[in-house]
């Protein structure tokens, strides 16, 4: 997934696309934990920052990009581009760019299935900035009434664009918000790719036995910001990462970014011996190179 966004950054940087993409370098390992976590009839329903869950629910690179070229071989038929990316075979059936706006819909999906009986769950993404819209806290009471199988996962980078939420509101305690709706929490960070795996098959399974919904937040870091020192001025002013092309990242200095907890890919690193990386990644470019031939 990783390789595949760089391999997406490089051709941004080339204006390859007329769609807008926000990348998700930093997001990997709750993408990962909710992909393997989903059943064949489970639904996931997502916002414009997708492009990690679209790669780990299809990871053919070829359709992504095709999509994002408006092309008809693409994984929506070159229909909604990057913003409203679906790709209803994995279960991906709704994306929309205005923000909190697949959460009710998503409470839509999930009270379908509950009327179908059987034991889907539906999963609805979401970040930080979406808490400011009224509609996060409408399908929590509306789920939490009806005993909705719903999971509600809140990616949160303290970002909203160029505004970090201590700039912007205040603080919003997931938890007590939460407890006040009588649902359960978790909280995930650090880029633990096994507890984040074993996390959310908990949930799922616990949403899909208790017909309950669940509430998820998983604090994270879109990696690829950055600082510049402006003419005349000695003080370097951070520029933080929201959409487009990563001019300062390069695919060729490798797939690990940051060698913090930031980085879930160099957590996963440390998992493995650095010879087991190598080959890993030369074996994964080689696979996806030829995809785009
Ligand atoms: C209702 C609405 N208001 C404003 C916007 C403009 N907008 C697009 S992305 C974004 C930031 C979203 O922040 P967050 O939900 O935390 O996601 P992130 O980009 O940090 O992953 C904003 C304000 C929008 N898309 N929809
Ligand atoms: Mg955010």
Request: hydrophobic share 40%; with cysteine.
């Amino acid at each position: 997934m990783r390789i595949s966004m760089l391999m997406i950054n490089e051709l941004i940087k080339k204006k390859a696309f007329s769609v807008p993409i926000h990348l998700a370098l930093g997001h990997e390992a709750i993408a990962v934990a909710v992909a393997a976590a989903m059943r064949p009839s489970d639904r996931l329903l997502l916002t414009h920052r997708n492009i990690h869950y679209n790669l780990a629910c299809n990871p053919s690179l070829r359709r992504e990009i095709d999509e994002y070229l408006l092309r008809e071989s693409g994984l929506a038929g070159g229909q909604n581009g990057a913003m409203n990316l679906t790709n209803p075979d994995a279960g991906v059936i709704y994306t929309s760019s205005i923000l909190a706006n697949c959460l009710p819909v998503a409470t839509g999906v999930a009270m379908g299935q509950w009327v179908s009986g059987g034991d889907a769950v539906t999963i609805a993404l979401t970040g930080d900035g979406a808490l400011e819209e009224g509609a996060f806290y409408e399908t929590l009471m509306i789920a939490n009434s009806l005993n909705l199988p719903l999971v509600v996962v809140i990616e949160n980078n303290e970002w909203s664009m160029h505004t970090r939420i201590d700039e912007r509101r205040c603080a919003i305690d997931l938890e007590s918000i939460a407890a006040a709706f009588g649902m359960k929490f978790y909280r995930l960070a650090g880029n633990d790719l096994n507890l984040y795996c074993d996390t959310l098959r908990n949930v799922r399974n616990e949403t899909s036995a208790a017909r309950k919904p669940c509430m998820v937040e998983v604090s994270l870091s879109t990696l690829g910001d950055y600082t510049v020192v402006e003419e005349g001025s000695s003080q370097g002013r951070y520029i933080n990462y929201h959409t487009g092309a990563l001019t300062h990242v390069s695919l060729a200095n490798g797939p690990i970014i940051d060698e913090s907890e930031r980085d879930p890919v160099h957590m996963l690193a440390k998992l493995v011996p650095k010879a087991d990386i190598t080959r890993w990644v030369h074996e994964i470019s080689a696979e996806l190179e030829s995809q785009l031939q």
